[in-house]
C-alpha cells in the first residue's frame, strides 16, 4: 500500500495489487454512460489471480456497472478492460473469451427454470467446451457436492430455496472452470437465515484460491475475506485498502460518512 | 332449527340447491328462466338429433364429406396412407418417450391402470366420433382401415421406445431421424402422385391444409418474432412490415387474391394448384399472427436469463435455442394453440374464396342432390360439418392444456 498521506488520487490505491502479483483484470480510465448519466467515470482497477476484492458504496454508486463491464453484459465507453490477457472489444470472440474465464453470480440467481439443477450446470461445459454428456455430469455432481446440494440433482430450480438457488449458481458458473468469478450482489436477495450458506460458500471459495470480484453489502464478509476493499461513490472509485485499513481507518470524508451510516 | 334445540338435517342435495340456485329471490328467477331455456334448447336438440332430424343425407354422402371427389380407385392408398400415418404416430410416440427414459426424465414406460384410465378419456371424444363415422360406414373397408391403423398404432408404440432408449452411435440416430421425418413425406407422395391435389377434398382436406400450414407457419413465425427484435434495421423493417401487411389484410381478401391475382404474376401453366395456394395463404397469414404471439412471449422472459445465458458463455445462437426460446415458447402456448385452432376451422373459408371442395362447401351442396332437393336438410349437414370441427378443435385444445401441465406453465 502506498501512503495515503501524499497521495494525491486513490488510484495509486487501485492499482497496486495483493495477491499474487499476476494481473488478472485490469480496469484503465474505464467511462460508462447511460444516456446523459455517467454511470463510470475513470475507474482504474488491478486484481491479481487469486485476490479477492469486495466492492461497496451506496446504491447507484457503479458498483455493479462496473462488474457487468467486465464480462460485457454492459459495453464500456472508454478505457481498457483487460480480461486474463485479452482486452474487451467489439470483437464477438474477445467476449466470448471473456466470459467462458469468467463466472458470474447474480442477485436475482437467474438459473433456467425449464432446465433440472444438474442440466442448468452441465449446459455450458458441453456446448461451449463440447464436454462429453456423462462427464459432463460427473463435474456437475462433484461441483453440486462442493456447495452441499448434490441431492437436490434431479429437481427444477422453482423447488429450491433461496439459498439453495444461489449455490446451485455458484456452481453453474464454476462449471466453466473459470479463472474469475463476479459476485453481483449474491446474497441481496436471500431470506436472512439461507445468507450464511451462500457466504461459507464464497469464503470456501475465496479460500481455494480463485480470484474473485464481490460487489455486497455484507460487511462481516468484506472484512473476514478481503484482500481489498474498494469504495465506490457516484460512479468513481473513492478509496482502496485493506480491510483493515478500510473499516478502522478510512481516509476520505464520503467513506467516513458511507460507514458511519451503514455499521 | 327445531324447537329442542337440536340441529334439523336436510338432505345434502337440498342444501346444495338451497346454496348455489336458490339463495335469493333473483337468484332463484335466474335459475328458472336459464332452467327453463336450457331445457328446452336440449330437448329441441335431442329431438332433432334422434327424431325429426334425417340423416340419411349424411349416410348416403359420408364418402364424398370425407374425402370428397377423391377417385375410388385410388382409395386404397388413401386407406394405406392412414394406417402407415397410425403406425408412425405410434412409433414417433414410443421413440419420445424411450428418450424420455434414457434422459431420465421419466422413470419407466409401465401402462398402469391410471395411466390407461388417462389415455382413454384423451382419446374417448376423438374415438366416439370414429366410431359414429364406422357406424354411418356402409361397406366394410372403413372397419377394415381403423382396425388397421389401430394395429399399426399399437405395433409402432411398441417398438418406439426400443429405438428411443439405444443410441446406435450419431450415424443411426440420424438414420432414425431421417426415416422417421421421411414417412409422412413419402406417404404424401405416395398419394399426391396417383391424385393430384385438386381432387382431394371434404374433411381430409380441411386436415391436410392445416396440418401442413400448422407445420410451416410456426417456424416462420419465429423467424418473424426474431427477425422483429432484430438489432439489423433491415431485417426489423422487412419482418415489422410483412406482419402489420398480412395482418392488416382480412384471410378472406387474401384467398381470393391468391385464388385471382397470381393469375396476373404467372402464366397458368406454372400457376401451382389451387390447394397450394391455399396452404401458402394460410401459412403467411398465421406466420404474422404467430410472430407476434411469440413476440409477446419473448418479452415474458426476464432479461435475467439472457444474461446469464451470456455470462455462462453461449454463443448468441444458443443463448436463444437453449434459454429465451424454449421458456417464451412455453410462456404463450394457450395463445399459440389457440392461433392453430383458429386456422384449422378457417380452412372452411377456402371453400368459399376458392372453391375447394372442402367439408363445409360438401355440406352446404348436398342439400342441393337430386335425392334430397328441396327437403331443407341444409341443418343437418352442417351441424355434422360442425360436429367434425368440434371435435377435432376440442381435442386440439386439450391437449394443449395437457402440454401445458406438462411442461409446468407457470410454476416456476
Known sequence: MTDHEDTPAVYADATAMTGSGEAMIELEHVDKFFGSFRALGDVNLKVSSQEVVVVIGPSGSGKSTMIRCINRLEEHDAGRIVVDGTELSNDIRNITEVRRETGMVFQSFNLFPHLSVLDNITLAPRKVRKMPKAKAEELGMELLTLVKIPEQAGKYPGQLSGGQQQRVAIARSLAMKPKVMLFDEPTSALDPEMIGEVLDTMKELAASGMTMIVVTHEMGFAREVADRVVFMADGQIVEVGTPEHFFDDPQEERTKLFLSQIL | ?412
Open chain 2, 1 to 412: 332449527m327445531s324447537a329442542t334445540g337440536a340441529p334439523t338435517r336436510r338432505p345434502a342435495a337440498l342444501v346444495w340447491l338451497r346454496r348455489n340456485l336458490f339463495r335469493s329471490p333473483l337468484d332463484s328467477l335466474l335459475t328458472i328462466v336459464f332452467g327453463a331455456v336450457s331445457i328446452w334448447l336440449i330437448y329441441k336438440t335431442l329431438s332433432f338429433i334422434f327424431i325429426t332430424g334425417r340423416w340419411e343425407i349424411i349416410r348416403v354422402n359420408l364418402r364424398l364429406l370425407m374425402i370428397g371427389r377423391f377417385p375410388e380407385a385410388h382409395v386404397l392408398r388413401l386407406a394405406i396412407t392412414v394406417v402407415g400415418l397410425a403406425g408412425w404416430g405410434g412409433l414417433l410416440a414410443g421413440f419420445i418417450r424411450g428418450r424420455q427414459i434414457r434422459s431420465g426424465r421419466v422413470a419407466d414406460d409401465r401402462f398402469t391402470l391410471s395411466r390407461v384410465l388417462d389415455i382413454a378419456v384423451r382419446l374417448s371424444i376423438p374415438a366416439l366420433l370414429v366410431l359414429l363415422l364406422l357406424t354411418l360406414a356402409q361397406t366394410p373397408g372403413p372397419w377394415i382401415m381403423t382396425g388397421a391403423a389401430v394395429v399399426a398404432a399399437i405395433i409402432g408404440r411398441a417398438v418406439g421406445p426400443f429405438l428411443g432408449r439405444h443410441t446406435f452411435g450419431p450415424a443411426g440416430a440420424a438414420v432414425i431421424a431421417s426415416v422417421l421425418a421421411a414417412v409422412p413425406v413419402a406417404l404424401y407422395f405416395y398419394v399426391v402422385t396417383a391424385v393430384g391435389f385438386d381432387d382431394w377434398g371434404g374433411f381430409m382436406l380441411n386436415l391436410f391444409l392445416a396440418l401442413c400450414s400448422i407445420v410451416l407457419c410456426f417456424p416462420l413465425g419465429v423467424l418473424l418474432a426474431l427477425g422483429r427484435r432484430s438489432a439489423l434495421p433491415l431485417v426489423k423493417l422487412v419482418s415489422t412490415a410483412y406482419i402489420e401487411l398480412i395482418r392488416g389484410a382480412p384471410l378472406f381478401v387474401l384467398l381470393l387474391l391468391a385464388n385471382v391475382a397470381l393469375g396476373f404474376f404467372v402464366p397458368d401453366t406454372l400457376a401451382p394448384s389451387t390447394s397450394t395456394r391455399a396452404i401458402v395463404v394460410f401459412t403467411l397469414f398465421t406466420a404474422a399472427y404467430m410472430a407476434e404471439i411469440i413476440r409477446g412471449g419473448l418479452q415474458s422472459v426476464p432479461r435475467g436469463q439472457l444474461e446469464a445465458a451470456k455470462a455462462v458463455g453461449l454463443s448468441p445462437v444458443r443463448q436463444m435455442g437453449y434459454i429465451v426460446l424454449p421458456q417464451a415458447l412455453r410462456n404463450v402456448i394457450p395463445a399459440q394453440i389457440g392461433q392453430l385452432i383458429s386456422l384449422f376451422k378457417d380452412t372452411t373459408l377456402a371453400g368459399i374464396a376458392m372453391g375447394l371442395f372442402e367439408l363445409l362447401n360438401v355440406a352446404g351442396a348436398l342439400p342441393a342432390q337430386a335425392d334430397f332437393r328441396g327437403q331443407g336438410l341444409i341443418g343437418e349437414t352442417i351441424t355434422f360439418a360442425a360436429l367434425m370441427f368440434w371435435v377435432v378443435s376440442y381435442t386440439m385444445s386439450r391437449e394443449s392444456q395437457r402440454l401445458e401441465k406438462r411442461l409446468g406453465v407457470g410454476d416456476r
